[in-house]
């Protein structure tokens, strides 16, 4: 062992006069193979030079393959392929049956993960901040600073059963609440409750020609039947027809009893 040595006659020969160990480079040593620079010693650092580096040297071995800046660990892995502007990249199997994906592009650095062979299913987080849920190749719903966002087409379930169908629709729910007072039990024996909390919302219920065929007014505490503004707790507005109301029993006489509060 004397001199510096260089890669095509390196100083620390194993085998013949153009492979082994020599000094590259301040404070560095690099390993020649048949006369080329393929690996080199930094300073807590082995540089690659964009070649593979196998555990055991078999093609079933656990690998770290290496083209440029972009990089895969995993078993059995091939060639690198850029599908992206990746600077790393971790494989698991190698038919990447799972895989996850640390790259980044001009705007952010990102995470994906592959589940199941051929990107079925995948986890993306994408620069806006978002976090993308994906199969068969297509996103299927994100989260955003604005919530969960299903895309258009798709459903979502409870259990296997559809609670909101693909054109938005809510489908088998068994209760339903919210902030301005409804409130469905939908059960056998419960009630079906709107405007709970007592606020001025209103209710209305419309037929094939009148818009307001049922109305509650929240706010005034007046029901209007085929009327839109009652004036009075009830109100029956029987427009053109002259019969305005019809009280009818099965009995032999029907009585409308009127009562004050004496």
Sequence with gaps: ??????AASPAFQVGDTNSGFYDSGANEIGVA?????EYEFLPAELDLKGNNLSSVGTATATKFVGTGSYHE???????VTNDGSWNARLNISGTHHARLDLFEDA????LRLYVHTGQHARIDTVSNHEIHFGTNGSVRAKITSAGLDVNSGHSITHNGTTVLDSSRNLTNIQRISTADGINDAGTAGSSTIFNENGTTADFRVESTDNTHMLFVDGGLNRVGI????????????????????RFESTDTAVILQLKDTT
């Excluded at 062992?1 to 260089?6: K, M, N, V």
């Excluded at 660990?73 to 060639?79: E, K, S, Y």
């Design 1 to 6: 062992l004397s001199g510096l040595g260089t």
């Design 33 to 37: 193979l048949n006369g080329a620079l």
């Design 73 to 79: 660990i995993g078993n059995n892995t091939g060639a």
């Design 107 to 110: 705007d952010d650095s990102k």
């Design 226 to 245: 085929n009327r839109s503004s009652p004036s009075t707790t009830l109100h029956v507005d029987s427009g053109s027809t002259n019969v305005n109301s």
